[in-house]
């Protein structure tokens, strides 16, 4: 029975002899003794074991695991039932909030983004269109810089969250996201984290934006790569940034402007809100330049009319009423959420719910500049001149 149990987490979780209790169907209970080098696997020195043990479970009378349920909890580890196996096993990761707060890790990404290449990592493993990835190869030291960041943003630790969205909780009081499923190669669109543009096997063309969609410093057009740092930022000192998603850059304000209202169209046209300024997404995206739009959708004069969503006025289209309001990467092109009407919408924090996301369908067109009504469907009263579907529209 010991056997069977060690090999099921060592092939679910990837960290070897971690388990601290079996609980039977019938509430026997088999003690294996967890030694330094278990602990070791995921606490990568002598040391680091030690001081875990000296400072902070024994003189709170706690051990490694605890029971499962127990309240208050006994342990930093748990025990959750296997619904397959009808045992308890080991849970990889779920319970670090019991004891570290989320301050704890997000504090310290200043440090993580800055000496990621000494830190262990994980290459996630191949899987198909949005669609969780749960095996992960160890890479230590981490030779890309999401490497290190996915060891946490993953089911590497915080387990099964099928439609993207975990259970941990931000410090912007978000759900974190899986990221290797966001930034997947094989989804329809994601920012060029693992792989460039042209080599996002999931994209249909053109797979790239064009040069005059990006600024100079992104003109090799589908051909670069970025770091997620490039997006991300180290918190302030007083363990607090402006905006939500510790986003970097001379632009950090997304999806809200700094008084609290989406972004839209409108914005842009009329120069309000101080966009050019505050916009995150401009850091990268000339979206509006020299009196011109960047594609034909966002040029659309009645996309920049007043318009009602979610009872709120605005003077334009609001941004994540088409696009996700996570941009890692979607299952859709162009990083389009579908929400209102749709069977598949997207769930929170994807949209800020599916009165906000207006889309049901979208098709990509072959240029910037060739988009018609018929490339978007929607069943909202907003969006009058795409009511009907006219296409196959993606996912």
């Avoid at 850059?249 to 008084?259: A, E, L, M, Q, S």
């Avoid at 300024?277 to 401009?282: E, R």
């Amino acid at each position: 029975m010991k056997a069977n149990l060690l090999e099921r987490v060592s092939a679910s979780v990837g960290l070897g002899l971690m388990v601290a209790a079996l609980f039977g169907v019938l509430g026997s209970t088999e003690t294996q003794a967890l030694t330094f080098n278990d602990c070791s696997t995921c606490h990568p020195s002598t040391n680091n074991v030690t001081r875990h043990h000296n400072l902070t479970l024994a003189p709170r009378q706690l051990s490694c695991y605890g029971d499962p349920g127990a309240q208050p909890v006994t342990g930093c580890h748990q025990m959750v039932l296997d619904p397959v196996s009808n045992t308890y096993v080991f849970a990889p990761f779920r319970d670090c909030l019991n004891c570290h707060k989320t301050t704890v890790h997000y504090d310290k990404h200043g440090s993580y983004l800055a000496s990621w290449m000494m830190l262990a990592g994980v290459q996630p493993g191949n899987a198909p269109l949005w669609t969780q990835i749960t095996a992960f190869t160890p890479v230590n030291p981490a030779a890309k810089q999401y490497q290190a960041c996915y060891r946490c943003h993953s089911y590497n630790a915080f387990g099964a969250a099928p439609t993207g969205v975990s259970p941990v909780i931000s410090k912007s009081n978000i759900p974190l996201t899986d990221q290797p499923m966001e930034l997947n190669p094989n989804n329809l669109s994601a920012h060029p984290v693992q792989v460039s543009l042209n080599a996002q096997a999931g994209s249909y063309a053109p797979k790239n934006l064009t040069i005059q969609q990006m600024t100079t410093t992104w003109s090799s057009v589908g051909n670069q790569t970025m770091a997620c740092g490039d997006c991300h930022a180290t918190p302030t000192t007083a363990g607090v940034t402006p905006t939500q998603y510790l986003l970097n850059g001379p632009r950090v304000y997304w999806p809200y402007d700094r008084n609290g209202k989406l972004w839209s169209l409108g914005d842009l046209r009329s120069g309000t809100n101080t966009w050019s300024t505050d916009l995150f997404c401009v850091n990268c995206h000339p979206l509006y330049s020299g009196g011109s739009w960047k594609n034909n959708v966002h040029a659309e004069g009645d996309h920049q009319d007043s318009y009602t969503v979610d009872g709120k006025s605005y003077s334009g289209v609001p941004c994540v009423s088409c696009h996700s309001v996570i941009p890692h990467g979607n299952k859709r092109s162009r990083l389009i959420a579908y929400g209102y009407g749709s069977s598949t919408p997207d769930p929170y924090p994807y949209i800020i719910n599916t009165n906000t996301a207006l889309l049901r369908g979208f098709k990509k067109a072959s240029t910037p500049f060739s988009y018609n009504e018929g490339n978007c469907w929607s069943s909202a009263r907003q969006c009058g001149d795409h009511s009907s579907s006219r296409m196959t529209y993606d996912w």
